[in-house]
């Protein structure tokens, strides 16, 4: 049996704007719902971005030195030495200011891949838009960094204690593998120089892919270098490498040593975190900004399944003569089932299609606003076959009620 269109469109006049409100709440549904999953799915991939070090077997200590007067290379010696003899410890490094992926703690600077690069670069009083130049954070630390941070040297070499130490200008850097491709395309960065302020600085080694101090979820997050240079601290942080299971109880006796390795030293609860712990820290913000997404779209979804089912109750009610006539003179269950559903898929589908224009019309006005992404159109279809299968959901109960409705009962019907 075909479905009988021209009724359902002349019902759906009789009732216009009734049928115009629920269309309009369709279509603005739609449209948030949309722009919410677009938005939802770029927080989870921020959240979840990998940081190209290995999580679960990484904690971090931070001690706060009170004494203004002590040798801090010698203070770092003997805090290394103390974590090195704690039983279960992989690897440990002490890392220059703290800096490393969610720290908030960044040290950044320019560069470029020649000089006539980088003198560009003087003349526009910075690297952007100079092609061969580029800004990015870098890393730095003890001896043993890369093993505590379960980093690889994919080409080059390590830094050696010589350069560690040395504190003239031009001393070595690492590389990641995506500064070494943006610099130098094609080719390794091992041997190339980089111009900076500092004069000359040569390109020993490169590494896997690390993620910035304070990633954006852009192609830039892994662009960053590490320096040689280990900056000792009368504070410091320490990166522990351990199994996964012993991280707490390494923390705890990394506590216990420090706070013996040194006289005036200040560590707390809240400077003795897994990186696990770092990371939820530091996407708090978004993981609430997720929950409140996700909360206001299944609110904003029930409450037009709601508008739709009710409506549908309303119309079944009003049209109980209507329909037992249809009975009556042949129509079956099924026939009744499917009007009501060929009658909402009508309107739903105006609401969808209006929704994906008011979607797309949205996500320009954020772009404006808040500068965000442009919506890929993708997002359009599945918004709208939510949105339909939502409205033959919530039709679906009084659609079979009416279907169950006797003839003889339904004729008797005012």
């Not at 320490?238 to 390494?250: E, F, Q």
């Not at 809240?270 to 990371?279: K, S, Y």
Request: net charge positive; glycine share 10%.
């Amino acid at each position: 049996m075909t479905l009988p269109f021209k009724p359902i469109l002349s019902a759906l006049r009789h009732h216009r704007p009734t049928a115009l409100l629920l269309v309009l709440q369709v279509a603005l549904t739609c449209a948030i719902v949309i722009n919410s999953g677009f938005l939802l799915v770029g927080r989870i991939e921020r959240i979840t971005a990998p940081s190209g070090l290995p999580e679960d077997r990484l904690a971090l200590i931070t001690v706060r030195g009170l004494d203004e007067s002590a040798n801090a290379l010698a203070q770092q010696q003997t805090d290394l030495a103390a974590l090195r003899a704690i039983d279960g410890i992989q690897a440990v490094a002490a890392v220059n200011g703290g800096s490393l992926p969610f720290s908030r703690s960044s040290h950044g600077t320019g560069a470029c891949s020649s000089q006539a690069d980088f003198d560009r670069a003087v003349a526009a009083r910075g690297t952007e838009g100079i092609n061969g130049c580029i800004s990015m954070p870098t890393y730095g630390g003890s001896s043993d960094l890369f093993a505590a941070l379960g980093l690889h040297l994919v080409a080059g070499r390590d830094f050696t204690d010589a350069e560690r130490t040395a504190q003239k200008a031009g001393a070595p850097v690492i590389v990641t593998r995506t500064m070494g491709q943006r610099l130098w395309p094609g080719e390794s960065p091992v041997g190339k120089l980089l111009y900076g302020f500092s004069g000359p600085i040569p390109v020993v080694g490169m590494t896997d892919d690390v993620l910035a101090p304070e990633p954006a979820g852009d192609a830039q997050d892994h662009v960053l270098m590490f320096v040689s240079q280990n900056s000792a601290n009368i504070s410091a942080t320490y990166v522990l490498n351990s199994a996964p299971s012993d991280r707490k109880r390494i923390l705890h006796a990394a506590a216990e040593a420090l706070s013996k390795a040194g006289p005036v030293r200040l560590i707390s609860e809240a400077d003795q975190l897994t990186f696990a712990e770092m990371r939820h820290t530091y996407f708090r913000r978004d993981t609430t900004m997720l929950g409140l997404l996700i909360a206001s779209s299944l609110a904003l979804l029930f409450v037009t399944a709601l508008g739709i089912g009710g409506l549908a109750n309303f119309w079944v009610g009003q049209r109980t003569r209507q329909i037992g006539i249809r009975r009556a003179v042949g129509a079956t269950r099924r026939d009744i089932l499917r009007h009501f559903q060929a009658e909402n898929f009508i309107i739903v589908g105006a609401g969808v299609v209006l929704g994906m224009i008011l979607a797309y019309g949205l996500n320009q006005l954020l772009m404006r606003q808040y500068e965000l992404d442009r919506l890929p159109l993708v997002y359009l279809p599945i918004g709208a076959l939510l949105l339909w299968v939502l409205g033959q959901a919530a039709v679906l109960a009084p659609a079979l009620r009416a279907a169950r409705v006797p003839p003889a009962i339904a004729t008797r019907a005012g």
